[in-house]
C-alpha cells in the first residue's frame, strides 16, 4: 500500500477530472492526503475526506498566501490572496472532522515566490509569525505539521531549534535540499517527503543538483522516509508532460528502492509504515 503524504487534488482545476483521478487511487489502493493551501482548500480537502473512506485532510495556510504573490510557473499562473492562519476557522474546521484531519499546513518559509515592493526581512517575519501558529495548532491537536521550504532551510531550521515543536514533529514536504540541511532536519525528529522532482534526470547544466538529492536519499535512515506527489504539479519522469496524479507515487517509491539498491515491495513496506508512524491518524 502507498501513501501519498501531499497531493491537491481538491483544487478548482482538478473539478472535471477528480472522480477518474480517485477511481485511478482507488484502483491501484492509494490513500491520499489532501493538504490545503487556505481556507477554501482546506475545507474542501476536509469535505472530500469526509466523503471518502481512503482520503484524509491537512488544513493550514500555505506561506505564498501570506501576502498577495504573482505565481508564474510551468504548470500555474495565479494571483494568490492574502490570507492570515485564522486559529478560529481552522479550529472549527477541525471540530468538523477530527479523525480525518490528520496534518497541519501545508505551512511554512518560502522566499522563491516573493511579492514586489515589500522588503525580503518583513515577508519572512510574517511567514515565520504565521507558521507559529501552526506550530501551537499541531501542539494542541497533537498532530504532526506539513512543512513547505523553499529557498529558506537555514532560516527554517533556526526557528525549528528555538520553539517548542510538536511531539509528533512532522514531514519536510518536497524535500530537494542537500544531505547538510536534511541531517538538521532528521536530527530535529523531522521526516523528509520525496516527489517525482527525484526521477528526473540529471540535468546536463547543473549535474550536481540531482546528485546531491540522490545523496540524501541513500544517507536517510530507513524509517524517516515519506512519499508524495504534490499533484496535480510535479508529474514524475515517465509522465512528464502529463497531469500528475497521486497514484504516481508509484515512480517515487520505486526510484527510492532503486537508489538503496533494495526490493521495491520491501520499500513500499516500510514506507508505508514511516507514514503511519507519523500521521497516526490514519486507519
Ligand atoms: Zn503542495
Not at 12 to 40: A, F, H, S
Not at 148 to 170: C, F, N, W, Y
Request: with cysteine.
Amino acid at each position: 500500500m502507498i501513501i501519498d503524504t501531499h497531493c491537491h487534488i481538491q483544487f478548482k482545476g482538478q473539478d472535471t477530472d477528480r472522480e477518474k483521478i480517485i477511481t485511478r487511487c482507488r484502483e491501484r489502493g492509494v490513500i491520499l492526503n489532501l493538504v490545503g493551501t487556505q481556507k477554501d482548500t482546506s475545507e474542501r480537502a476536509v469535505m472530500l475526506a469526509k466523503e471518502h473512506p481512503d482520503m484524509y485532510a491537512s488544513i493550514g495556510t500555505h506561506p505564498n498566501h501570506v501576502f498577495p504573490t504573482h505565481i508564474d510557473e510551468e504548470e500555474s499562473h495565479f494571483l494568490s490572496r492574502e490570507e492570515d492562519f485564522d486559529t478560529e476557522f481552522y479550529e472549527e474546521l477541525y471540530n468538523r472532522a477530527p479523525d480525518k484531519i490528520i496534518g497541519v499546513g501545508e505551512c511554512g518559509l518560502d522566499l522563491f515566490h516573493l511579492p514586489p515592493d515589500i522588503p525580503v526581512e518583513t515577508v519572512l517575519n510574517k511567514q515565520k509569525e504565521i507558521f507559529r501558529k501552526h506550530v501551537a495548532f499541531a501542539i494542541k491537536h497533537t498532530i504532526p505539521l506539513v512543512i513547505h521550504v523553499r529557498d529558506a532551510h537555514e532560516p527554517m531550521i533556526e526557528l525549528l531549534k528555538t520553539i517548542s515543536l510538536p511531539e509528533q514533529r512532522g514531514t519536510i514536504h518536497c524535500y530537494t535540499g542537500n544531505w547538510e540541511f536534511a541531517q538538521e532536519y532528521l536530527k530535529l525528529g523531522f521526516y523528509l517527503g520525496f516527489t517525482g522532482v527525484i526521477t528526473f534526470p540529471v540535468k546536463k547544466t547543473n549535474p550536481a543538483q540531482q546528485e546531491s538529492l540522490w545523496e540524501v536519499i541513500r544517507n536517510m535512515p530507513e524509517d524517516r522516509i515519506l512519499v508524495e506527489t504534490d499533484a496535480p504539479y510535479l508529474a514524475p519522469q515517465k509522465y512528464r508532460g502529463e497531469q500528475c496524479e497521486p497514484w504516481m507515487t508509484e515512480e517515487c517509491v520505486a526510484k527510492i528502492a532503486e537508489l538503496r539498491g533494495k526490493n521495491p515491495e520491501e520499500m513500499e513496506q516500510i514506507i508505508f509504515e514511516n507514514t503511519k508512524r507519523l500521521f497516526h491518524k490514519i486507519q
